[in-house]
């Protein structure tokens, strides 16, 4: 790998030693002194000589959220002990992401402990951490994000103490391009930095909402606006009673408004979406007898099905839940079997529906939300934004109701996007995607979901051919697969592309590099 002459950084959320830095010619820094004008000190355990990397299959992973983080762990599982993962993270956490990196105690998981294992062959992994770790472990309880969160993290550094850092290395940075040229594939990181890699894995996670386009455009880069709900400043600032307006009735919604609940917020909450619909409480119903009728796949048929079988289970006594829980194991192969036409379809009618049904709100939040709207404090409107004026230090939030042509205003000191992970990879910002797709390498999904993958993660160029270096995990891919944001969905696509990559390695020899460190752009000998 090849760094910049800058000490390195040990304020990695997994301490000292976690990230290494290596000089550009290939040697390794000195546990102390100078480099230029430049004073080292550093742990010299963290410091090895990259020499027993030149015999190794590298893997790159972009992104230590939990898709990424999950992978690295099942690969090292799964990979012969020569090859070498580089987990490359921008933010300062590894293995918790946007999602679980919360500091919300309040912030609670949407599945049940039980079913939040990250790993498939050890169903109760997540539930005995628990128990080992002091707390209690009820497989049907919804635990708080954070906690799960510190236990991915607890599995990494597990890993990084049994496997040693020779096997799976940390670098915090954030990758700007991958050059192909030539072999191994080189990924170019902010500072100058590079780091060569014989496969490269994006497991970039979720992006910030997109914006919804009105007259005013200007107003997205005033201070009235926050465009990302999980930023820092996101619900900071506000006066206890300031009229908060909330783009967006999902799950997202829901931690904004029980986030603004905990802070002492007591003036009004809007909420506005298209179809104003909310997430459907959990709810511990009996199952109802089992039923063998196979699964339709085009959604006006599914949705029928769906209807009669609810029917049939509330009248001998259960409820709707079972009905979609029972499809969950089923749903990427619906979601396959159906055409292209039939997908948008869904997407276009259904899909609102089916998300309320299938990420629900535990119990416990369900109150709050429940007790805030019957209180006025939390009023959900139902319409499309069209545009935003400002006027004596407040905005005019103008939408179109659903079903009427005429306009209505709600009056707000401050509007957060709580609208969904931005998915049309056209329109985000990030360099490394902007930089892939702007050459070629990799190509939107026909649906805008994320990036075009094949059954095995592989990622497909600009015409369609199949990288054999490329690939993709997380909610990146969820054009071909649909479900692919829950923990149990991602679990199992880690799972089975980590057992692909290991079959790579196995089959082929590794790169060796060249002795020297070269930055991209450079000409090589």
């Known amino acids: 790998m090849s760094l910049t002459r800058a000490a390195p950084a040990w304020n990695s959320s997994l301490g000292k030693g976690a990230v290494r830095d290596f000089r550009p010619n290939g040697q390794e820094f000195a546990p102390s002194g100078k480099i230029g004008d430049t004073e080292l000190t550093a742990d010299p355990a963290a410091f090895r000589s990259t020499r027993a990397s030149q015999s190794m299959t590298t893997i790159a992973i972009v992104g230590a959220g939990f898709s990424g983080t999950l992978l690295a762990l099942h690969l090292l599982r799964r990979c012969p002990p020569p090859t070498r993962l580089v987990l490359i993270e921008r933010n300062s956490q590894f293995g918790r992401g946007l999602a679980y990196g919360t500091g919300n105690a309040s912030h609670i998981l949407n599945v049940p402990a039980g079913r939040m294992s990250a790993f498939h062959d050890r169903p109760n992994d997540f539930l005995d951490w628990l128990r080992t770790s002091g707390q209690p472990a009820d497989a049907g309880a919804f635990v708080p994000r954070q906690t799960f969160g510190a236990y991915v993290r607890a599995l990494l550094n597990d890993e990084i103490k049994r496997s040693g850092r020779d096997r799976l290395e940390l670098v915090r940075g954030q990758v700007l391009g991958i050059d192909r040229s030539s072999r191994p594939l080189v990924l170019a990181l902010d500072r100058d930095r590079s780091v060569r890699a014989d ?53 997202t919604t829901m931690d904004a408004v029980i986030s603004l609940l905990d802070q002492g917020h007591i003036g009004p909450i809007h909420a506005l979406s298209r179809r104003g619909l909310l997430p459907r409480r959990h709810a511990s119903v009996p199952r109802p007898p089992p039923e063998h009728a196979p699964f339709p796949t085009s959604p006006t048929e599914l949705t029928r099905f769906l209807r009669r079988e609810t029917a049939r289970a509330i009248a001998q006594g259960s409820g709707w839940q079972p009905i979609v829980d029972e499809l969950r194991p089923f749903t990427v192969d619906v979601w396959q079997s159906m055409s292209l036409p039939d997908r948008r379809r869904f997407l276009r009618h259904l899909r609102p529906w089916w998300d309320v049904h299938r990420h629900r709100m535990a119990g416990s939040v369900a109150d709050r939300i429940d007790a805030a709207m019957t209180s006025g404090q939390l009023r959900i409107s139902v319409g499309r934004v069209r545009d935003y004026e400002v006027r004596d230090g407040m905005v005019d939030v103008l939408y179109r109701p659903r079903g009427r042509d005429t306009l209505d205003t709600i009056r707000v000191v401050r509007v ?107 000409q090589r000998g």
């Not at 005013?216 to 009673?241: C, Q």
């Not at 609208?419 to 910002?429: H, V």
Request: charged share 20%; with cysteine; net charge negative.
């Open 416 to 522: 957060v996007n709580c609208s969904g992970p931005g998915a049309d990879y056209e329109r985000i910002q990030e360099p490394l995607i902007k930089s892939l797709l702007s050459e070629g390498v990799v190509r939107p999904d026909p649906l805008k979901l994320g990036l075009d993958v094949t059954a095995n993660c592989a990622l497909l160029d600009r015409s369609g051919a199949i990288s054999r270096r490329l690939f993709a995990v997380g909610p990146v891919t969820k054009g071909a697969f649909w479900e692919m944001t829950a923990v149990p969905d991602i679990r199992r696509q880690t799972e089975l592309v980590a057992e692909y990559l290991a079959g790579l390695v196995r089959s082929a020899a590794p790169a060796a590099p060249p002795a020297t460190e070269s930055h991209p752009g450079e």
């Open 199 to 251: 496969f490269a894995v994006l497991a970039s996670g979720n992006f910030p909402p997109e914006t919804a386009p009105v007259a005013n455009a200007s107003f997205y880069d005033s201070s009235f606006y926050r465009p990302d709900p999980w930023a820092a400043n996101a619900l900071t600032e506000l006066g206890p009673t300031d009229p908060v307006l909330l783009i967006g009735t999902g799950l």
